[in-house]
């Protein structure tokens, strides 16, 4: 997709989603959507997150809202927005969502709707269904006058609690908008498990390759500030700190592992979560070999794949659509060593760029054939190189930022309306 082209001409969209980074997926994917929307002739970009700060910041080229729901609640009152009110309750009849449940959707469809009428938005773009309750009494407000797009991902598997006790609901959040998209064809597939037939589109999310690239320079370097010789062995887990991650099993098979291989290091880095605890236990204990890095920023996450000679994503059950921090380590030419589950197989080829490692009888990733996967690619310098080369090409071909942009691009021009 060239600067060149207008296949944008005239989108006008609004992102309902977490930014920036480190927030996790969504908000590196909106990092690169932004400026390739730009690039392609988007008019207007504005992005809008409910979160703990209210600010408004202009980021490349896009108005960005980050909107503490507790300084707006004072707008159900403002007559105007009665007619929302009364939409509102409408379309949650029935879900049993509870009155403070009730009066947050009710804020976060008066604040999307002030921000899609202040920036004339012809394209909303939703993120994860059940953090989008509000695109239902919204897709009645806005009626024909805005396409809508709800991305999906894995909280079929994170929140059936909440789910699957109010499925008519659900049912009619994803007939409500123009297209439904996820990031896998496995998270694709999940509503259908629930009896929920709606078609929905695997768009898988890219990265940008030419971030990752490294000519040695960058790993000689971070390995030196990081005290890691070229005899060791560098692992590298890069998520959040969060089970779900399968970061309590890697905490529980670290000892083990460096028993194993003692030239062994291993940094545990990311977002800080419930875990980040037992991760600081673990460094204590093996203050020389274990690093804990939480809320990483953006700009080192290179150096510390290139630094890396194994990345670990021991993710459990089928929650991961597929993990950005796989398709990263493969841009970064790394092998990955992760669970066998969810969308993470559509990512790792096993045996060509890395391995796959069963799920036991809980769902957790199998501890004891995890670290004989990994010890097995430590003895094998040579079968790590040619994975991470493999690696590189697989995620030339999938997983390009460009792609997922123009792929993107094509269902927001596809769903906005005829002027």
């Known amino acids: 997709m060239g600067s060149g082209t207008a296949k944008c001409g005239g989108l006008r969209v609004l992102l309902r989603a977490p930014y920036p980074p480190p927030y996790g997926g969504i908000a590196s994917h909106i990092v690169s959507l932004i400026p390739g929307l730009k690039a392609n002739g988007a008019e207007d970009i504005a992005v809008l997150y409910f979160g703990g700060r209210n600010e408004i910041q202009s980021i490349e080229g896009a108005k960005v809202y980050r909107c503490d729901l507790r300084v707006h609640t004072w707008r159900i009152l403002l007559p105007q927005n009665w007619p929302i009110g009364w939409e509102v309750m409408r379309a949650f009849r029935g879900a049993r969502l509870g009155w403070r449940t009730l009066m947050v959707e009710l804020t976060k469809t008066i604040v ?7 920036h004339q938005c012809n394209v909303a773009s939703f993120y994860q269904s059940n953090g989008s309750l509000e695109l239902l009494p919204l897709s009645r407000l806005w009626g024909q006058s805005r396409g809508i797009v709800l991305t999906v991902f894995g909280e079929v598997y994170d929140s059936a609690d909440f789910i699957n006790p109010r499925l008519e609901l659900f049912g009619r959040l994803l007939e409500a908008p123009a297209a439904v998209l996820a990031s896998s064809e496995h998270c694709a597939r999940s509503f259908k498990q629930l009896g929920i037939a709606r078609q929905v ?44 991650m399968g970061l309590d099993q890697l905490i529980n098979m670290a000892p083990v592992l460096m028993t194993r291989a003692p030239s062994v290091k291993l940094i545990l880095a990311g977002a800080k979560g419930p875990l980040v ?29 290139a630094a890396s000679d194994l990345v670990l994503a021991p993710s459990r059950d089928q929650r991961a659509c597929m993990g950005l921090a796989i398709k990263e380590a493969m841009a970064a030419s790394r092998p990955v060593v992760g669970g066998d589950s969810g969308g993470i197989p559509e990512a790792i080829a096993h045996e060509e760029t890395g391995l796959l490692v069963p799920l036991d009888e809980h769902g957790k990733v199998d501890q004891a054939r995890f670290v004989e996967a990994v010890v097995s690619l430590l003895g094998d310098r040579q079968k790590r190189v040619e994975m991470g080369r493999k690696a590189r090409l697989r995620a030339e071909h ?18 906005m309306p005829s002027a």
Do not use: C, W
């Open 277 to 305: 605890e037992s991760a600081l236990h673990l460094q204590r204990a093996y203050p020389d070999r274990v690093m804990v890095m939480n809320d990483v920023s953006f700009a080192l996450q290179p150096s510390l794949y």
């Open 112 to 118: 999307t709707n002030k921000v899609a009428m202040m």
């Open 201 to 244: 589109r695997a768009v898988y999310y890219g990265v940008d390759l030419k971030r990752f690239e490294d000519d040695g320079t960058l790993r000689v370097r971070e390995r030196a500030k990081l005290g890691v010789t070229e005899a060791d062995h560098l692992l590298l887990f890069l998520g959040r700190f969060e089970a779900e």
């Open 398 to 415: 999938l997983f390009s930022e460009e792609t997922t942009v123009r792929r993107i691009a094509d269902v927001f021009i596809g769903v």
